[in-house]
């Protein structure tokens, strides 16, 4: 895979990834859970800037960008939701991390791509933590906390 096609199936990846989690945003706020609904909305919308900034590298970097966005599922279950995020978490840092050799003639990229592992990493941590909390106090009480305004 080329640096090229690497940077826009990021770019396919987060655009896709963010209409999964705003759909699912959607469907929390629905069933009245404020609390996990606005926190997975604004991973969306990180995610949304994450595809946009990976698009104006291509194109400072003299590309066109395609309009694609990879296909991820809609999930109703709660655990499964954060189950499906953690697994999709863990197999991506290690891609990131992999492919920033890649770029190592290119600061500007890799320096983006760095970010990038970051908050993949802080996504990651939080929704371990959510788990980790659905283990201790059951999926119910966890449904409560997740409640609110």
Partial sequence: ??????LQSFAKGWFGNSQQHSI???????????KLADKIMAESDEEWEEAKKVNERLIE????????VQEYPVITDIKEMLEYD???SAEALPMMSKCLSMFDDDYITRHMI???IIDEQD?????????????????????IEMLGE
């Avoid at 895979?1 to 690497?6: R, S």
């Fill in 114 to 116: 760095e970010q990038f």
């Fill in 61 to 68: 970097l003299g590309e066109t960008p395609a309009v694609t």
């Fill in 86 to 88: 953690c697994k999709d």
């Fill in 1 to 6: 895979m080329t640096k090229i096609e690497l």
């Fill in 24 to 34: 699912h945003a959607q469907l929390l706020k629905a069933r009245g859970l404020n």
């Fill in 123 to 143: 996504h990651f941590n939080w929704v371990k933590g959510h788990l980790c909390l659905i283990e201790q106090i059951g999926i119910e009480n966890y449904i």
